[in-house]
């Protein structure tokens, strides 16, 4: 059974920075597009990166050089370091592949 389960979620102060760790289970990461969504209260869930099997990563504007996806495989683990945190980037984030997702853990920037 596919099964995903983010942590590394907190607290951080504006500037600050967190890793996001989405441990899988029941496939390999290394195989699968793997992608970290994100979702604040009263919005759509947005796409903020994704890795494709091939290892190519993609960002949306607001990650651009601030985030970073990767993965280990021998973890069979996907990560997101977040850089230079913002208020603005306060929100749930969750990890996903295809149609599972899983149950996202909470990032809140603020003094």
């Known amino acids: 059974q596919v099964h995903l389960v983010e942590s590394g979620g907190g607290l951080v102060q504006p500037g600050e920075s967190l890793r996001l760790s989405c441990a899988a289970s029941?496939?390999?990461?290394?195989?699968?597009?793997m992608s970290w969504y994100r979702q604040t209260p009263g919005k759509q869930r947005e796409l903020v990166a994704r890795?494709?099997?091939?290892?190519?990563?993609i960002y949306v504007d607001f990650a651009k050089g601030r985030f970073t996806i990767s993965r280990d495989n021998a973890k069979n683990t996907l990560y997101l370091d977040m850089n230079s945190l913002k208020p603005e980037d306060s929100a749930v984030y969750y990890c996903?592949?295809?149609?599972?997702w899983g149950q996202g853990t909470q990032v809140t920037v603020s003094k």
């Open positions: 996903n592949t295809g149609p599972t």
């Open positions: 029941g496939f390999q990461v290394g195989i699968y597009v």
């Open positions: 890795i494709t099997d091939s290892g190519r990563t």
